[in-house]
């Protein structure tokens, strides 16, 4: 069965340092992963995501995460905060090696502030 | 641009009535989703469509709910004699994809808040 684990509800970080928003996933197969942010009342914003290839992945906003197999981890980094970057960001994970075209498993979450 | 449309944006309704939402996917995107996702928990997935064949339906979308996508375009989803449990945030996203198997991120609506007085 898939699972995605996020284990921090909350992460709070001063304007200008780095952050970094962990998760870490179970499949079977090979696994696509997604990150997603949340603004209040808003649907999800796509970030980036890995499907294969180099372990460091770049998405928007200046967002960057890395693929760890071996600790079963895609954790989200971004090198220096914004306070707009307070979100709800999730992590998310498909198994390549369903048939299925569907199913991606969401993370419970976690809400990043940036304070300024 | 013409991202994807979901309508209405907030429903208030008594328990028992039933509701129906729409969404309209981006145009070209022929895979379309729906979510739901209550308070301070990620979307839990409902239902999916390749074009208008409803593919796959999870556990949790009991035979209140009936999802469709007539034409392979918009899509509407109904829940029958509403219950206080089904208060929550319905998302609907598409995507596009080829063959089996498919990596392309799935673009969401803001969603359709249902709350159950």
């Known amino acids: 069965a898939q699972s995605v684990a996020q284990p921090e509800d909350q992460v709070n970080v001063a304007e200008g340092n780095p952050l970094t928003v962990k998760c870490t996933y179970s499949?079977?197969?090979?696994?696509?992963l997604f990150w997603y942010v949340q603004y209040p009342n808003r649907g999800l914003q796509f970030l980036l995501k890995y499907i294969t290839g180099d372990n460091l992945v770049k998405g928007s906003y200046g967002f960057e995460a890395e693929f760890n197999k071996s600790q079963t981890s895609f954790h989200l980094k971004k090198p220096s905060a914004l306070v707009s970057d307070s979100a709800l960001y999730f992590c998310a994970v498909r198994d390549s090696s369903r048939s299925s075209a569907s199913k991606i498993i969401f993370g419970s979450g976690t809400r990043l502030s940036i304070r300024p | 641009d013409t991202g994807v449309s979901q309508n209405p944006r907030h429903k208030i309704t008594k328990r028992g009535q039933n509701v129906t939402f729409r969404c309209d996917p981006i145009s070209e995107h022929n895979r379309l989703y729906w979510y739901r996702q209550t308070l301070g928990q990620g979307p839990e997935f409902l239902t999916y469509?390749?074009?208008?064949?409803?593919?796959?339906k999870s556990r949790l979308l009991s035979d209140r709910f009936s999802a469709e996508r007539p034409k392979g375009s918009f899509s509407t989803l109904e829940i029958q004699r509403t219950e206080q449990g089904d208060s929550a945030m319905y998302l609907c996203?598409?995507?596009?994809?080829?063959?089996?198997?498919?990596?392309?991120?799935?673009?969401f609506g803001d969603g359709t808040r249902l709350s159950i007085l």
């Open positions: 996203a598409s995507s596009l994809g080829t063959g089996g198997n498919s990596n392309q991120p799935q673009h």
């Open positions: 499949v079977s197969g090979n696994p696509y």
């Open positions: 469509f390749q074009n208008e064949a409803q593919l796959e």
